[in-house]
């Protein structure tokens, strides 16, 4: 078996798994690590959770570097940006506009902390991929629920429409405003509340930076059960407003069951408190879960308390090239079967993927010659049990040429190297040129025949067509990049690309959210009834519309 698999030529190994030492392809760690930069990144200490800078940084889903601009990842600079409204034609709903008085008691309720200057109110105009771009005239960075609650309270009686925003890195839109909405920041809202080390649940603020809450945890040998590459600028709040899947999802499960309460400000200023923190509560409704995933439409979520699990002990991830993705599908059957309760995460990324953050980012892969690769994470207690079971695996793999060649991390920071490969791929798509995402979820034997599918339909419109995503949760990251935006173009991806999901039951939406991008199309994916019932529940909650308005479900009849 393993001479086998010796002679399948194995990429480097990074760590210390015995077998796959015998590698034949020697790669110097120097060449692999200088590449591969985590991106992300704020590197915050928790003095800074705690003492946040005035300004907010922009946000960003991939710079490795410190204060980077994110904007810089293409050409346009935000003033460029067409505005939402033009672009789109959209209507102003009749809200309120702001007037001298507003100013003024906005001032006295947050003095210092109410930003008007055009210059600084440019990037929280305009949204992470920089296509959408809003006219607010206001942002209001409260610190406490208290705060928010006047905030609304105030702005429902005078109807003035407000745009909740924690780290801005959405990709559908539902962060920014689309007219002159009062943007509403949770950034200052960034303190961890508690953290019980025998539970694991941690109790924090909105606006805390997931990457700070993880690094806040490790400390304390715990992690979020969420993980995304845009760890370093969002927040978590966003996180539990946009019901944000991410990497860690197939084990550690949703955020609909990971969080244990919120604390939310409705839209007249109310303030709900079901901040729990039970792993069971049967008592009524389970009030929280209609926040989970609203996107800001039904009240600002202010604290979330949250159920972290154990910094897991030993850590390994393979990085791995199949042939065909029906090879990639035989793969995540096996790693399901043979690495069961270790196996924490499983992606699959195909070979232009990889060919992209290699011209845009120099990132270089590890393995070379395969038009699909998985990443195959495991997570445990045991380095040499999990080791073996990794092992095992690879042999079966290998032998069975399900895999043709690979290789396994087990040190930080080249685990960390080889997850850039992956996280980095949206910023790689920005540097291409246009880019339109769709983020489906499907049954997973047939995720990539929607790629195959739109490259055939586009065939030269396109520059490049790419498929990747969350094998393991059935989530595809469908993307088509341009040289510019082009109506025809777009025009031959919509709804191509919702009709073909809605026909293989899947969703237009599996963790990105609805926003203003997507919210047109939700009835590919729920019935109309179901639209009508949660037109009817914002209408209950938010009687004048005033929360973030434009955005997730298609005006009510
Ligand atoms: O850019 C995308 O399409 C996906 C972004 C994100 O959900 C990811 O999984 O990397
Ligand atoms: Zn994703």
Same mark, same amino acid.
């Given at each position: 078996m393993v001479s086998c698999f010796v002679s399948l030529r194995l990429g480097w190994c990074c760590g210390t798994l015995p077998r796959w030492r015998t590698n034949v392809q020697h790669r110097t760690v120097a060449t692999w690590t200088s590449a591969t930069a985590q991106w992300g990144l704020q590197q915050k200490k928790l003095a800074e959770l705690y003492c946040p800078p005035v300004s907010q940084p922009p946000p960003r889903w991939g710079s490795s570097l410190l204060g980077k601009r994110a904007f810089s990842t293409t050409s346009a600079s935000p003033q460029e940006v067409m505005l939402t409204s033009e672009r789109y034609g959209v209507q102003r709903l009749?809200?309120?506009?702001?007037?001298?008085?507003?100013?003024?008691?906005? @001032?006295?309720?947050?003095?210092?902390?109410?930003?008007?200057?055009?210059?600084?109110?440019?990037?929280? /105009?305009?949204?992470?991929?920089?296509?959408?771009?809003?006219? $607010?005239?206001?942002?209001?960075?409260?610190?406490?629920?208290?705060?928010?609650?006047?905030?609304?309270?105030?702005?429902?009686?005078? /109807?003035?429409?407000?745009?909740?925003?924690?780290?801005?890195?959405? #990709?559908?839109?539902?962060?920014?405003?689309?007219?002159? @909405?009062?943007?509403? $920041?949770?950034?200052?809202?960034?303190?961890?509340?508690?953290?019980?080390?025998?539970?694991?649940?941690?109790?924090?603020?909105?606006?805390?930076?997931?990457?700070?809450?993880?690094?806040?945890?490790?400390?304390?040998?715990?992690?979020?059960?969420?993980?995304?590459?845009?760890?370093?600028?969002?927040?978590?709040?966003? /996180?539990?407003?946009?019901?944000?899947?991410? %990497?860690?999802?197939?084990?550690?499960?949703? %955020?609909?069951?990971?969080?244990?309460?919120?604390?939310?400000?409705?839209?007249?200023?109310?303030?709900?408190?079901?901040?729990? $923190?039970?792993?069971?509560?049967?008592?009524?409704?389970? #009030?929280?879960? #209609?926040?989970?995933? $609203? @996107?800001?439409?039904?009240?600002?979520?202010?604290?979330?308390?949250?159920?972290?699990?154990?910094?897991?002990?030993?850590?390994?991830?393979?990085?791995?090239?199949?042939?065909?993705?029906?090879?990639?599908?035989?793969?995540?059957?096996?790693?399901?079967?043979?690495?069961?309760?270790?196996l924490s995460a499983c992606e699959f990324m195909d070979d232009l993927c990889m060919t992209l953050v290699e011209s845009h980012l120099t990132l270089s892969r590890p393995v070379t010659g395969s038009p699909f690769y998985i990443l195959i994470e495991t997570s445990g207690s045991n380095s040499a049990h999990d080791e073996e079971k990794l092992n095992h695996f690879l042999e079966h793999v290998m032998a069975s040429g399900l895999v043709t060649d690979g290789t396994v991390a087990t040190e930080d920071k080249k685990i960390k190297a080889l997850w850039s490969l992956r996280e980095r791929i949206t910023e790689a798509l920005t540097h291409d040129g246009c880019v339109y995402k769709y983020d489906l979820s499907l049954p997973v034997e047939r995720l990539y025949d929607l790629v195959t599918d739109t490259r055939a339909r586009l065939g030269a419109a396109a520059k490049r067509v790419v498929g990747y995503g969350h094998l393991g949760d059935g989530n595809l990251h469908l993307n088509v990049t341009a040289e510019s935006d082009s109506r025809s173009l777009r025009d031959a991806i919509e709804p191509f690309v919702y009709e073909w999901t809605a026909r293989h039951h899947g969703s237009i939406s599996a963790e990105h959210g609805l926003g203003f991008r997507k919210k047109q199309h939700i009835e590919y994916s729920k019935p109309r009834g179901a639209v009508l019932l949660m037109q009817q529940l914002k209408a209950m909650l938010d009687t004048k519309g005033i929360l973030n308005p434009y955005k997730t479900l298609p005006a009510a009849p």
């Open positions: 009749p809200f309120s506009h702001l007037s001298d008085g507003d100013f003024a008691f906005f @001032e006295s309720l947050l003095p210092g902390r109410v930003v008007t200057d055009p210059d600084e109110l440019r990037t929280f /105009n305009v949204d992470w991929l920089q296509s959408m771009r809003g006219c $607010s005239k206001m942002l209001l960075r409260p610190q406490t629920a208290a705060e928010v609650s006047e905030v609304l309270r105030y702005c429902n009686q005078r /109807n003035l429409a407000v745009t909740p925003q924690g780290g801005n890195t959405g #990709l559908v839109g539902g962060s920014v405003p689309v007219f002159d @909405e009062i943007i509403l $920041s949770t950034a200052l809202m960034n303190q961890v509340i508690s953290f019980d080390k025998v539970s694991g649940i941690l109790v924090c603020q909105a606006g805390c930076i997931l990457e700070s809450l993880n690094q806040y945890l490790a400390e304390l040998d715990f992690i979020m059960p969420l993980d995304l590459g845009a760890k370093g600028s969002c927040h978590i709040g966003g /996180n539990v407003a946009t019901n944000a899947g991410g %990497l860690r999802l197939l084990r550690y499960g949703s %955020l609909r069951g990971t969080v244990l309460g919120l604390e939310v400000v409705l839209a007249d200023g109310s303030l709900l408190n079901c901040l729990a $923190s039970l792993r069971k509560d049967n008592t009524g409704y389970d #009030l929280k879960q #209609l926040f989970i995933g $609203s @996107e800001g439409t039904l009240g600002v979520i202010t604290a979330v308390s949250i159920l972290c699990p154990r910094k897991p002990k030993s850590v390994n991830l393979a990085f791995l090239g199949c042939q065909s993705f029906s090879q990639v599908l035989g793969t995540f059957t096996a790693c399901k079967g043979m690495l069961g309760e270790i």
